[in-house]
């Protein structure tokens, strides 16, 4: 069966651990309007743009440099007729070291094309990984 959900996948060169390390450190590449915890395994955490966006986010599998696991428990996204579309899908960040580059892909399970909020979305999620997330283990470029 085809995956029709969103995903992306980017190469840095840097190591598995660091990159790791860098997806955990949400409020420096996704969002300042953060709250909570985002490192170990039942750990939850809020991302809140005020009339915008509301997620509820709690870590469902950790595996040290290889895979991280955020289950929405909750969401309110404001501009949709389904303001819940993003509650019970999951963000998944695995990770694989080839040589001395790290590939990264990113999938939003649950965000597929027939969800409203998908082509925004996939466009807010491309730049976000592609360039916050990318330029944060590269450089350590904070948002």
């Not at 819940?84 to 597929?112: A, C, D, P, Q, R």
């Amino acid at each position: 069966m085809e995956n029709r959900n969103f995903t992306t996948t980017v190469e840095v060169p840097k190591p598995a651990k660091e990159v790791f390390d860098g997806i955990k450190e949400v409020s420096k590449w996704w969002s300042r309007d953060f709250e909570g915890k985002s490192s170990n395994l039942n750990d939850e955490f809020i991302i809140h743009h005020p009339h915008q966006h509301y997620s509820k986010q709690k870590l469902v599998e950790v595996d040290p440099g290889r895979k991280i696991v955020w289950l929405v428990v909750d969401s309110v996204l404001y501009w949709l007729k389904d303001k819940h579309e993003w509650t019970n899908t999951k963000m998944i960040f695995e990770i694989t070291e080839k040589g001395n580059k790290t590939s990264l892909k990113y999938t939003h399970e649950g965000l597929v094309p027939e969800k409203e909020c998908y082509t925004r979305c996939a466009q807010g999620w491309t730049m976000v990984i592609r360039e916050k997330l990318v330029q944060f283990i590269e450089e350590g470029k904070t948002i």
